[in-house]
């Protein structure tokens, strides 16, 4: 096992990353911007290392930086959290080539899965059912016509190299292609330096369900069931729940079945997310994730597992220490993500934490990086806590994350919580009856239309 590793992040990511080396004996060295020199993480790691100004790409972007902190402090591995440099493929390489462990799969599996064409393509040779549409890369206007006509209308146009939701255009009939097709290219390009589409069926009521599947790196993998993220604003996940509350048992042995096998085919190692777009009972692959995410602790509340733990010991060779027989799941676990935002826009609030209280009690986490008289700096983003709640079963985790919320105290800056007080309210959320539109047209109607009254 190492004995030292980095941690290529910040916020409450990095702590999480931190807690669990701790807990197996291994010494943690915290890489940190100018901004960051009194952050919860630099205080909390054994050794820390300033490697640069504010601002991302000359700091936690900044591959030549981490590698010195890695050089001066003997660290054996690095974690990359998520987001970052967590799958960007030249640095995985750059830390393969130093002999240094990148704690996730190798650089190629996140080079495969990084081009979305790409990644579709070996998904549906590996059996995993993709949304119906090109294969591959669309290269002419005249072909995206043609493939339109042919998967009938709306379709919808997606960089292979996308990301963030962004170089995505829906065209809902033949009018809009011309537009959509130049749309996403031109976005493509300017956004990723990649302009080549692809092209999908346009799915109108789906839910978001991603499983989550872990290997060994030599063959072997499992998976932990699903998660429904379909709570979205901007496509980005706001509320997360596990299990998804109309996934059936079978349904999640069949999915998660065709995706540990896959990942296994493919000699797949750690932690990974296979996300799909689930309607009329069918599920349709969108894309891979080849990294922790952010929304993992609600996986691990039912599995009674800790993904970072088990990350660690496959990347130090070790073997997996569950496999699908052992994993049993128990009850209900949601996730809210709490960002420093001023509601009803949403606009970002960075800001002095004059008092934080973090709730407790069973079945109660709170996965933050915040501290009484913290500055919250702007540079980043606004994610500034994950409060996880585990029920024996869904209306007991509703509940204690109504009475959760109820403690919860940030006070100096305006947040996101008021937003999932109002939530927690709606017979829709209560039921489970959701999909990727509702939250944008929930703020639609409840907040942002209000306030321009
Ligand atoms: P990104 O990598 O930018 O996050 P994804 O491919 O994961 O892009 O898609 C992000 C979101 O866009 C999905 O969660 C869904 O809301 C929407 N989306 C993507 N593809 C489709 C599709 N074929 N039909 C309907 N919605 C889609």
């Given at each position: 096992m190492f004995q030292k590793i980095l941690i290529a992040n910040r916020g409450e990511i990095a702590l999480r990353i931190i807690r669990a080396a701790r807990e197996m004996g291994i010494e943690t060295v915290a890489v940190h911007s100018t901004a960051d020199t009194d952050a919860m993480h630099v205080r909390m790691a054994d050794e820390s290392v300033c490697i640069g100004p504010p601002q991302s790409s000359e700091s936690y972007l900044s591959a030549a930086g981490i590698m010195s902190a890695c050089e001066i402090t003997g660290a054996e591995a690095i974690h990359p959290g998520y987001g970052f440099l967590s799958e960007n493929v030249l640095f995985a390489r750059v830390v393969e080539d130093h002999d240094i462990?990148?704690?996730?799969?190798?650089a190629e599996h996140i080079q495969t899965m990084g081009d979305k064409a790409t990644a579709k393509d070996t998904m549906r040779r590996l059996g995993i059912p993709c949304v119906p549409g090109s294969n591959g890369i669309v290269d002419t206007l005249d072909e995206a016509k043609q493939l339109a006509e042919e998967l009938e209308y709306p379709v919808i146009i997606k960089a292979t190299a996308g990301g963030g939701g962004r170089g995505m255009n829906v065209a809902i009939n033949p009018n809009e292609i011309e537009h959509a097709f130049q749309t996403a290219r031109a976005e493509a390009r300017v956004a990723f330096g990649n302009e080549a589409v692809y092209i999908e069926k346009y799915l109108e009521e789906p839910r978001h369900i991603e499983i989550q599947i872990f290997g060994d790196g030599r063959g072997k993998a499992v998976h932990l069931g699903e998660r429904d993220c379909s709570l979205q604003r901007r496509h980005q996940k706001v509320f997360e729940e596990a299990?998804?509350?109309?996934?059936?048992a079978e349904e999640r042995t069949y999915i998660g079945h065709v995706c540990a096998e896959a990942v296994a085919e493919m000699n797949y190692s750690g932690a990974g997310t296979i996300e799909f777009l689930y309607e009329n009972g069918k599920f349709y692959f969108i894309e891979m994730n080849t990294r922790l995410q952010v929304e993992h602790p609600i996986t691990e509340a039912i599995f009674g597992v800790d993904l970072v733990r088990e990350q660690i010991r496959v990347a130090a060779h070790l073997p997996m220490s569950f496999s699908q027989d052992s994993l049993e799941l128990r009850g209900h676990a949601i996730e809210v993500r709490i960002n420093a935002e001023k509601l009803p826009r949403f606009d970002p609030c960075p800001g002095r934490i004059t008092q934080y209280h973090a709730p407790g009690g069973l079945g109660v986490r709170m996965d933050s990086a915040l501290y009484d008289g913290y500055s919250i700096p702007s540079y980043y983003d606004s994610l500034i806590g994950k409060l996880i709640v585990h029920g024996r079963d869904r209306s007991e985790a509703l509940a204690r994350l109504s009475r959760a919320l109820s403690e919860l105290i940030v006070d100096g800056i305006d947040t996101t919580i008021p937003l999932f007080h109002a939530l927690l309210e709606e017979v829709d959320i209560q039921s489970g009856d959701y999909n990727i539109h509702w939250l944008e047209n929930w703020i639609q109607r409840n907040l942002t239309l209000k306030e321009e009254m």
């Open positions: 462990v990148f704690i996730g799969p190798s299990p998804g509350p109309v996934i059936s």
